[in-house]
């Protein structure tokens, strides 16, 4: 099983309860507001790490159907299901996921997911791929913050006590530079439209601090 995965899958049944609290775990309310308050399109709507759905909420509340979730843990699509029964979830990593056959998207979202992904330029060229032309993807990723005690390192584990339920020895996360984004961003093809700063958690006293990326195809 991938590290993603198994650390998820211990995860699952207690995700929405330990972030529901305001200021527990940002991103997928984050990604919401910005759908909410503004006129992209969402015809077909992908979720890149679905999780439990929380970010698909206020499309689902607005009627939207045509929602495609994929994710790398089984028992956190599990939850997924029974919240929304009505949309097509796919088990597996993005990165290694043909979703061909149910592109193009409108809108792509992912929060809270492209800091786990290594081969970060890979996964933003996929997207760009399944997009629509005039399409929009949203997401989210944590920056590399010079002097911080958390965000300072460009890779660490993301559960460092061993005695944690939720360790796993093999799962990191991945930080970038604001400006690598953007290059990253720019050299597949898109165009930044939105770049907001956020507090996203806490973490050993420390405000973990995210971005999210508005892009459109042209």
């Known amino acids: ?14 995700y929405d309860r330990a972030t529901e609290a305001p200021g527990a775990w940002e991103p997928p309310n984050f990604i919401a507001s910005i759908i909410k308050s503004s006129n992209i399109a969402k015809g077909a709507v992908l979720d890149v790490g679905i999780g439990t759905g929380r970010a698909v909420s206020t499309l689902y509340e607005d009627g939207i159907r045509n929602i495609v979730g994929v994710d790398c843990s089984t028992k956190m699509l599990a939850e ?7 949309i097509t979830l796919i088990e597996g990593r993005f990165e290694e996921t043909d979703l061909t056959g149910l592109a193009p998207f409108d809108l792509i979202i992912s929060s809270g997911v492209f800091e786990f992904i290594e081969d970060l330029p ?5 997207t760009m ?7 929009v993807i949203l997401f989210t990723y944590e920056p590399i913050i010079v002097g911080h005690e958390v965000q300072r390192e460009d890779k660490s584990l993301v559960v460092t006590n061993e005695t944690s339920d939720f360790f796993v020895p093999d799962f990191f996360t991945y930080r970038y530079h604001p400006s690598t984004i953007t290059d990253y961003v720019h050299s597949v093809g898109l165009t930044i439209q939105l770049d907001k700063e956020f507090v996203s958690y806490r973490k050993l006293g420390n405000l973990i601090v995210y971005h999210c990326i508005q892009a459109k195809k042209f």
């Open 1 to 14: 099983m991938h590290p993603n995965a198994k650390y998820y899958d211990k995860l699952a049944s207690v």
């Open 122 to 126: 890979s996964a933003l060229r996929k």
């Open 129 to 135: 791929l399944l997009l629509k032309e005039g399409g």
């Open 80 to 86: 997924c299901r029974l919240k929304y029964p009505d």
